[in-house]
DNA sequence: ATAATTTTTGACAAAATTAGTCAAAATTTT
DNA sequence: AAAATTTTGACTAATTTTGTCAAAAATTAT
């Protein structure tokens, strides 16, 4: 199960970009990069959009990838974390339902 | 699939206390436990473990419906919530298997 | 109907969290 | 060991969230 962290990481060593390029081609400072591919700071949406179109990535499916880390983050340290997403999956149903 | 914000509510109403009441046993301003049943506001850990107490609730299973309500609320907007859930609930079972 | 009570709302200031930047420290590569 | 790259930590700025109050709206009782 790969995160969005070790995604960017990939990707730019990928392109043998060191830091310093990705941050120009990203226009986001290297130092915030580096945080991001360790997972120490969470990337905004735009940044996530950003990634996505210079890595050539589907943009969906990274947004999704980051959401699901936030999520995990969130709930790791609960208690019982799986029946949390088993309440909130339903509760995504019911509101599905609703809203058609 | 019920909320936190119904449950609130509903406990509150089974008693017959007025908000000003609900205020005074929890110690919670009127303004903001309106808020809260109506779902405007998120409480804090603190004090969904204070309605658990007031209310003899099980103060995890309150904990668990408050975190899902979360969860639900974020992603919900997204475009596939369900396969968010997805993806965080194996990042969840790595993170276990992991720790053990 | 209106008076009294209760609930809801909106605006605000304070508090807390998150974000971006820089330079120095640490690590890796040459 | 020098040069290049990455990581860290500290700091300020920006954003988000909080609790509070008083007034507005809604409900209930007289």
């Known amino acids: 199960m790969e995160t ?22 990203l226009d986001i400072d ?3 990069i580096s945080k991001f591919e360790k997972g120490e700071r969470r990337p905004s ?5 950003k990634f996505a179109r210079v ?14 880390d936030k999520i ?14 088993k309440i909130a999956e339903k509760k995504i149903e019911y509101l599905n339902s609703k809203n058609k």
């Open 55 to 68: 890595y050539k990535l589907k943009r969906e499916e990274l947004i999704n990838i980051w959401m699901s």
């Open 45 to 49: 949406r735009e940044q996530v959009e």
């Open 30 to 32: 290297q130092a915030l």
């Open 4 to 25: 969005f962290a070790e995604i960017i990481k990939r990707e730019r060593e990928k392109r043998n970009w060191i830091l310093r390029r990705a941050a120009a081609r």
């Open 72 to 85: 995990a983050y969130e709930i790791s340290s609960e208690s019982n974390p799986e029946k949390i997403l």
